[in-house]
């Protein structure tokens, strides 16, 4: 990888290291009794590693010219390899805290392993370590072949991919040892948090450049997914983390908000964390890895640029809808309400979108379980935000909200749409990539596709009943006007569904297993010995006319 | 050439803008209004701050990620007020840096928790919430009572309240780590500035029923035992509502 | 010196949304129906289809 950076590029690299190594001993040196001191002494380690690799590769010869001939695309295999492993690490931490709901017991006694501390691992692994992984590494493919343009530099990309997953490193070790600012979905503590603005600057800058090299006027609608993802996101990180810390040398903050404000501040960037991370970024994949797969151009371009406005607009209204009944405000309720209904339009609109672009490709999404992972996530899609629009009317939410039902919805999001099609994507790319002529098993994909599919199935309907139940229970009056049911009457109800649900996890994380050896073995083989496959050869470019243009 | 580009990078930017645009102005104008809130809200003369040992407690509660299974906000539902108590109100959480409402519960809501159990339940749960309650799923954190609680940066920890809003004087910035000991110790000379900086009806006890170590058991527990107890304000609309 | 009170933030804020969502909603329908557009749109749900697995150089 160093081989591939010019003379110039190396330089920088080992400039910021060094400043890297300089911050992570200052870090170190200032929290000598504070986790803050141990993540310095991680940064500084880094550093000096990047820097040995960066030395023991500075004399090779540069870069030939005629690497402007083909796009940059090392970056984007690191990313794909690195959204497996935070996969398979997100979801076994995630079903080993679903097997402790069930069993509490089934753990160490020490401090790290428990339930509090593991749960922000789970979720911030496959959000931030899965999700956000591949939507780098997709991003920066997409990017590049509707802009028909090469990365402008190749420092920058390694530099988000890197510095990204160093962001997510620090902030899985941190809750480990207990580090967290408590904000849901956005755990990590200051320090992290201007670590990931850096980065995330970056990533908008190299972008933009790479869409000011495009030859066409028209920019693609999956750049605008892309680009509202990474807009937002640092918008809503940035608002959402404003803190100040106890002092240098410590990673504690306190959050700059306080009550009411706080609330829904933090409920604006969850729920749009929602919208812009792991929705419209994954539309943006969608848009680029379905029409390619299926050799049809979308349904409709124009409903995809409707839905686009309309998702971006909507969504920044709805995340009151998390606070129902709560002291806050009553009339920002009911907006979050409104827009939370409303919401649904541009969704619909985009699932259907989707499946409309199969029409008349049916019979592949049959044979190919590449494509049917793409389709799956499309129906979950319109399925989670039905739901979603639901369960934010007020009524519903007084009975929804608390419960597991939340749980499963946002698994009925997060397995089945946005894992769904992050592996129709990777398996999409992999071939691609790595100039392969399929992957290793189209059996295996195959097998990852049940064992998935399965899985969310068990999940969603575990968590529907578990928390309806719950949320039954907990109103239920007896004859003579008291409470019928005590909180431990309904804890002991949960069990059975608590049980099932972790099945359903075991089985999901199994089928990422699967394709992670898939992967791996694809990679392995030489790309002459890859045997070929109806379902996995590579896109001829028929160009096919849609109904609904 | 150069004309043709300069249009294209307009574009990309000119679209970039409407993104920012369309999405932040819908946050602004929901969220602002909030910001004026204290003139609709009714005020609570009588609310306290948390002490340093509460503080302390409060940040054990955020560490060990109890808000990923307990709710601190009672909503205006019947079924709620009577599992709970009174419904909690904006004013309660006033000081509250970051909030701490939470959004599921594995566990009973614990916003009306202060006095409902003796200091001796509270540990022997924490310790293992199964030999207090047979069929609990919330983890053991018998880690509580052997840590040390650590008070050489509490000071820092309240200054830093201060500048994010919460009243804290120069004197219980100075005195933190003192009046944490104190809190705990009830026998000490430490625990007469603790009264006297945060009232007479500040709990001053061995949490954990040691007085002589200060563990972080007795933060935890302390903080526990101020749920939902800084002010009454919650408590008074029901007593009218009653008469 | 006349501040900005609560009620008025609140009015605005209950009202706005209205207005702002149909604006944008006619600008948004205008650009995706807008005749001249077609053409770009169509060239680019076609475009990514195309293999030709190079950057454009020129």
């Known amino acids: 990888m160093v081989a591939q950076l010019t003379k110039n590029e190396r330089q920088i690299a080992l400039v910021i290291l060094l400043v890297m190594a300089a911050v992570g001993l200052a870090m170190a040196a200032g929290g000598r009794n504070d986790p803050f001191g141990v993540h310095g002494a991680l940064v500084m380690v880094v550093a000096i590693l990047g820097m040995f690799g960066v030395i023991s590769g500075y004399y090779a010869p540069e870069p030939p010219e005629d690497r402007l001939d083909s796009y940059y695309d090392a970056p984007s295999k690191f990313g794909i390899i690195a959204a497996m492993i935070w996969a398979v690490i997100g979801m076994f931490v995630g079903d080993w805290v679903a097997w402790l709901l069930a069993y509490p017991d089934w753990t160490f006694d020490a401090a790290w392993a428990s339930f509090g501390r593991l749960r922000p691992v789970h979720t911030s692994g496959v959000i931030f370590g899965f999700g956000g992984n591949a939507l780098i590494a997709t991003s920066f493919y997409v990017m590049q072949r509707t802009t028909r343009a090469r990365m402008p530099d190749q420092l920058s990309p390694w530099f988000v991919l890197l510095g990204y997953n160093l962001f997510c490193v620090i902030a899985a070790t941190g809750y480990l040892m207990g580090v967290t600012q408590s904000k849901e979905y956005a755990e990590p503590e200051w320090y992290a948090d201007i670590w990931l603005v850096i980065v995330w600057v970056t990533y908008f800058v190299l972008y933009m450049r790479t869409l000011a090299r495009r030859k066409e006027p028209h920019i693609y609608v999956s750049n605008w997914y892309y680009l509202a993802f990474i807009l937002v996101v640092a918008m809503l990180h940035i608002v959402n983390n404003l803190a100040v810390p106890i002092a240098w040398g410590s990673a504690k903050s306190y959050s700059l908000f306080a009550g009411v404000q706080d609330a829904m501040t933090e409920w604006w960037y969850g729920h749009n964390a929602v919208a812009f991370f792991l929705t419209s970024g994954f539309l943006g994949m969608l848009y680029y890895y379905m029409p390619k797969r299926a050799q049809r151009p979308i349904y409709s371009y124009r409903m995809s640029i409707i839905s686009f406005w309309g998702i971006t607009f909507f969504y920044m209204w709805a995340g009151s809808h998390h606070l129902h009944y709560t002291a806050l405000p009553q009339w920002v309720q009911s907006l979050g309400m409104t827009f939370s209904v409303m919401l649904l339009i541009p969704s619909w609109v985009s699932a259907g979108n989707a499946l409309m672009t199969l029409n008349g490709a049916w019979h592949r999404v049959r044979d190919d379980a590449v494509l049917r992972f793409m389709m799956v996530a499309a129906v979950f899609y319109g399925l989670s935000t039905f739901e979603g629009s639901f369960m934010a009317i007020r009524p519903v939410n007084s009975l929804s909200h608390y419960t597991d039902w939340t749980v499963g919805h946002v698994h009925a999001g997060a397995l089945g749409w946005v894992a769904m099609i992050t592996f129709g994507a990777i398996y999409a790319s992999v071939p691609w990539l790595w100039k392969r002529q399929a992957m290793y098993s189209a059996k295996l994909v195959e097998a990852h596709f049940w064992l998935a599919l399965a899985g969310t199935v068990i999940y969603v309907f575990a968590m529907w009943n578990s928390g309806i139940i719950q949320g039954l229970m907990w109103r239920t009056y007896n004859e003579s006007g008291t409470l019928a049911y005590s909180f431990t009457d309904s804890l002991i109800a949960m069990h059975p569904y608590y049980v099932a649900r972790a099945i359903g996890g075991l089985l999901f994380l199994l089928g990422a297993v699967v394709g992670c050896y898939n992967i791996w073995m694809t990679i392995r083989t030489a790309p002459s010995a890859a045997p070929e496959t109806a379902a996995d050869r590579p896109v001829l470019g028929g160009a096919v006319l849609q109904p609904g243009e | 050439m150069f004309g043709f580009h300069y249009r294209l990078e307009r574009k990309a930017i000119g679209l970039v803008l409407a993104i920012i645009g369309v999405a932040s102005i819908g946050g602004i104008v929901e ?35 109890c808000y990923a299974c307990h709710s601190q906000m009672i909503r205006t539902l019947r079924d709620e007020v009577e599992r709970y108590g009174p419904y909690s109100l904006a004013v309660e959480s006033k000081y509250d840096h970051p909030m701490l409402w ?16 003796s200091d001796d339940w509270h540990v022997a749960h924490l310790n293992n919430p199964r030999d207090v309650v047979p069929e609990s799923v919330m983890p053991a954190y018998r880690f509580l009572s052997r840590a040390e609680l650590r008070t050489d940066d509490l000071s820092n920890h309240l200054k830093a309240q201060r500048r994010v809003g919460v009243p804290y004087s120069d004197d219980m910035i100075a005195n933190a780590a003192a009046d944490a000991y104190g809190q705990a110790a009830p026998d000490s000379p430490q625990a007469e500035g603790v009264a006297k900086r945060y009232g007479k009806a500040t709990n001053i006890r061995a949490f954990d029923g040691k007085p002589k170590d200060l563990t972080e058991m007795d933060a935890l527990v302390a903080y526990l035992q101020i749920l939902g107890r800084l002010t009454d304000a919650a408590y008074k609309p029901m007593a009218s509502a009653e008469k | 010196m006349m501040s900005i009170d609560h009620d008025i933030l609140v009015w605005f804020s209950k009202s706005f949304g209205l207005f702002y969502l149909i604006a944008l909603s006619i600008g948004v329908l205008v650009y995706a129906y807008w005749p001249s557009n077609k053409k770009s749109f169509d060239q680019a749900a076609q475009a990514i289809l195309v293999d030709d697995d190079k950057p454009y150089r020129g």
């Open chain 2, 31 to 65: 969220i602002a209004p909030l910001f004026t809130i204290h003139q609709t809200v009714e005020d609570a003369p009588d609310m306290r701050v948390y002490t340093p040992l509460e503080l302390a407690g409060r940040n054990i509660y955020i560490r060990e990620g």
């Open chain 2, 102 to 117: 939470g959004s599921k519960r594995t566990g009973p809501d614990i916003a009306r928790l202060g006095g409902k159990y």
